[in-house]
C-alpha cells in the first residue's frame, strides 16, 4: 500500500490533522453565522416538518429567479471554505459529499425525509458520458435552482403506460424548476464548463419506492425503498425471525398488515411472522388474500394456497378463524 | 391443534421485490463518497499500514 509523505507524518503524530479538521469546522461554523443563514435552517427544519415552501420566506427565496439569494447563499459557503481547503487541503469539509463521474454533491443540510444538497455538474465529463438509457422517479417533491453556468438538459415525463416524454429544457444562471419527482426528472445532459444547482428535496411518506424506468418504453428496470428507516425495519424483522424471537411476532403480524408501509417490508414482515408463530403468520396471510383491495392480496393467496397444499391441516385453522 | 412450524426459507420472494434503500445509485459511476473514507478507517485499523 502506497502512502504519501504527507500521510504518513500524519500516522505518526496526528495532531496537525485534528488541527485541519478544527479550520474546517470553524470555516464551516463562520458560514453558518453568516447574516440570514440561521433563518434559512431554521426554514429547512421546519420544511422538514412539512411547511409548504410557499410559507417560509427564507427557504423559498433560494428557489425564486428574481432574488439571487441562492447564489448568495452558496457562494457564501464556498468563499468560506476554500481558504480553509488551500490552507489545511488534507482536512476534510464537514459536510456530506458524493462524487460520481460527472457530479459532485454537498449535502447541505439533512432532516426528516428532507434535504438540500448544492451540486456541481462537470460539462465536458457530461458530455462525454452515455446519453441516458434510464430514468429513475422518485416519490418525493423537489425544487432546483440554476446558481451559475449554462447547460442542457432533459425534463422527463412519466406515462402511465409506455415511454416516457421526453422535454428538452436549457439550464440557464437564475432558472428555477419545480416538480413532483414520481412524475417528473430533470437529468442534466451537457454544460460549457461548469454547472452549478441547489437542490431541495422532500421525500412523502408512504409505501411508493423509487422506480428506475427505461426511457425507450418506460418498462421499469429496478426499484428500491424510497426510505432507509423502511429497508431498517426490513432487515430488523429478517433479523428477528433468524434470532426465533417468538415474541416478535405480534409486532411482525402487525406491520404485515399496514398497508400505509412499502409492500417489500410488509411482505418480509409476513414471512418471518410465519416462520416464528404459524397460527398467527398464517391468520394474517389469510386476512391479506382475503382482502381484494389489499396490494399483496394476489401473492398472498398464491402463498396461502401453496402452505395448504403442503400442510393440510392449516386449511382447518382458516375455516376455524373465517 | 399441532400446527406445523413453516420453514421461512420455503417462503416465497415478491415478483416485484424493491432493493433497500439507496441501491438505485449507479456503483459504477460513483467515484467517491463519505463512504469510502469510513472503509478506509476500518482497513487502516486492520492492515495497520507501514
Known sequence: MHVPAAISALIADPAPLHRAQECHADAYAAWRRQAGNDAVFESFAAFAQGAALSALPALAALFDPASGAAKAFAGGLIGAMLPALAAE?????????????ATTRLMLARSEGATMTLMALDGAALSAGPAPASVAFTPAEEWDAV???????????RTPAGRPSLHPVILETGLCLGRDAAREALVPTGAEGPLVLLRLQRRREGPQPCTEVALADGRELRRAAASSRESRHALAAALLGAMGRADAAPLLAEIAGERQRGDTLRWEALRQCLGLATAQGFETLCRIARDAGDPLCTPAGAMRAALVERHPMLAELDRCRA | MNLPQIDVSSLPDLSNVSGVFGSLADKAMLAADDSTIIIITFLYDILQPK
Open chain 1, 89 to 101: 487541503p488534507l482536512g476534510q469539509i464537514p459536510v456530506r459529499h458524493q462524487n460520481a463521474r
Open chain 1, 147 to 157: 446558481i451559475a453556468g449554462h447547460g442542457r438538459g432533459l425534463l422527463i415525463e
